[in-house]
């Protein structure tokens, strides 16, 4: 398995590094994964249309490892092959961070969290996958695990209505119970921060300061990588929102941006639940 070249970083700018050989060699590495590691019930994937634009809107779960994205993503490649392109927006923050991470997630499919990005992605026709609620959403309590969290963000509402892209919900079961995030200590250490007892990594605000337990710590604190548990997920593809208005107008209008918003997010909460109940059914043996 090719995992790096000595080709300059990519700095995901451009729509031109996504890798399809890279991408081929890492589908039985997934595969296991998705077989026997999560054993991953998937289904709704009919709601995907045949045509682009289409902006995928995600919750996902079980801190930076993510784990349900990853499943999601092999099961686009082995339904769709490489040749349909789907690009994720990435937070910035993971060039600095971890620039090797950042190169190999650019060969996959991923480019900068920045409007121009999407915009550029899906006047090409292609797919755009987008987790609006970013750290707050992935590392959210485990009590509120069956929660909804876009973090007040509504960027990919406005990318949607500029870009006339129909709106796709992508939620997952499970994947929260392969760490147990106990709650966020962010306020008090966003405090120590400004008093200037506790500079942030690399100068980068983390916007959340979690406590879990998972692996490879036993107890993690703040937002550092994670080893997922083997827990079985289940994961939807849930049917297209479309909105009455499209167009420039409609994004640049606050209270339709607003009501859009709360629309998908209500949505996606109640099929959200609705995955819960039926996952439960399939597994009475499944945490609820």
Not at 132 to 148: L, M
Request: charged fraction near 20%.
């Amino acid at each position: 398995m090719k995992i790096k070249d000595n080709s300059p970083v990519r700095q995901g700018w451009s729509l031109g590094d996504r890798n399809r050989e890279f991408i081929a060699s890492m589908m039985p590495y997934w595969e296991w994964f998705y077989r026997y590691y999560f054993r991953v019930k998937t289904d709704g994937w009919h709601h995907i249309p045949e045509h682009g634009p289409l902006l995928l809107v995600g919750s996902h779960n079980g801190g930076l490892a993510s784990p349900d994205t990853a499943m999601m993503m092999y099961d686009w490649f082995r339904r769709f092959g490489t040749q349909r392109p789907v690009y994720g927006l990435m937070h910035q923050s993971v060039w600095t961070m971890n620039p090797d991470l950042a190169d190999l997630a650019v060969q996959v499919g991923a480019v900068r969290a920045h409007p121009k990005m999407g915009i550029a992605a899906l006047q090409q026709g292609a797919t755009v996958l987008v987790y609006p609620g970013g750290a707050q959403d992935v590392f959210r309590p485990y009590s509120e695990r069956h929660k909804i969290e876009f973090a007040g963000r509504k960027g990919f509402i406005k990318l949607a209505l500029r870009e006339n892209a129909t709106i796709v919900p992508v939620i997952a079961v499970g994947a929260h119970e392969t760490l147990m995030v106990l709650g966020d200590c962010y306020e008090q250490v966003k405090q120590l921060h400004e008093w200037g007892l506790l500079p942030w990594l690399h100068d980068i605000d983390p916007q959340v300061f979690p406590i879990y337990l998972g692996l490879p710590w036993g107890v993690g604190i703040g937002p550092v990588p994670n080893f997922p548990l083997p827990i079985g997920m289940h994961t939807r593809i849930c049917a297209p929102i479309v909105f009455e208005a499209y167009g420039r107008q409609a994004a640049n209008d606050r209270d339709y941006v607003d009501s859009c918003y709360e629309l998908v997010r209500s949505r996606m909460q109640q099929e959200l639940e609705q995955l819960v109940i039926d996952s439960q059914k399939d597994d009475p043996c499944q945490v609820g």
